[in-house]
């Protein structure tokens, strides 16, 4: 599958499934988590968290996936990642990802994402890998930009949430960028 485990020093990127339910229920019910995501309301029932892993259900056709954040020697989930609008034709996607507050600032974030670039242009065989940050979400565009990622501009309202537009940032990072070094 293009979406199994993903293995750095730390964490393990892991297929969600419905192991996961409890951890994505009370994650994305966390208001905080949810601050700067702004395509989707903070849970509020179980079903919701239930359904978002089955919409991110491995299935060969789909372009996108949902892998959970886990720390490999405690085996404590603590976040979720993945890709998203995956274009087979032009080698391009999407990456998200969010973790719990408390383990900010550890370097969870930084290795999750550097994990999922190295299965991205290695396993997915993609030439651009793009990310989008809601503007005012310095801690993501920080990430972002310390990962090699270009700012590429100012998306105007690209999400619409709860009556009000929201602008993005948007970055990429491309394959010859990443194999040169030349990102960082």
């Given at each position: 599958m293009v979406f199994d485990e993903v293995k750095t020093d730390r964490l393990m990127l892991t297929p969600l499934t419905k192991e996961h339910t409890q951890f994505v229920f009370k994650h994305f019910s966390d208001p905080v988590v949810c601050r700067y995501l702004l395509d989707e309301e903070v849970y509020t029932d179980i079903e919701e968290a239930e359904n978002f892993i089955l919409f991110n259900a491995y299935h060969p056709k789909k372009n996108h996936n949902r892998w959970a954040i886990v720390i490999k020697e405690t085996g404590t989930v603590i976040g979720t990642c993945g890709f998203h609008?995956?274009?087979?034709?032009?080698?391009?996607?999407?990456?998200?990802?969010?973790?719990?507050?408390s383990e900010w600032g550890k370097g969870y974030g930084n290795e999750a994402v550097k994990g999922m670039i190295k299965h991205g242009f290695e396993q997915m065989k993609l030439n651009r890998i793009e990310a989008?940050?809601?503007?005012?979400?310095?801690?993501?565009?920080?990430?972002?930009?310390?990962?090699?990622?270009?700012?590429?501009?100012?998306?105007?309202?690209?999400?619409?949430?709860?009556?009000?537009?929201?602008?993005?940032?948007?970055?990429?990072l491309l394959m010859r960028e990443w194999k040169s070094g030349s990102h960082v």
């Open positions: 609008q995956w274009d087979r034709y032009n080698n391009i996607a999407e990456i998200g990802y969010d973790l719990t507050p989008y940050a809601a503007k005012g979400n310095a801690a993501s565009m920080e990430l972002l930009e310390r990962l090699g990622f270009k700012r590429e501009g100012l998306v105007r309202d690209k999400h619409l949430f709860r009556g009000k537009y929201y602008d993005h940032y948007s970055y990429s």
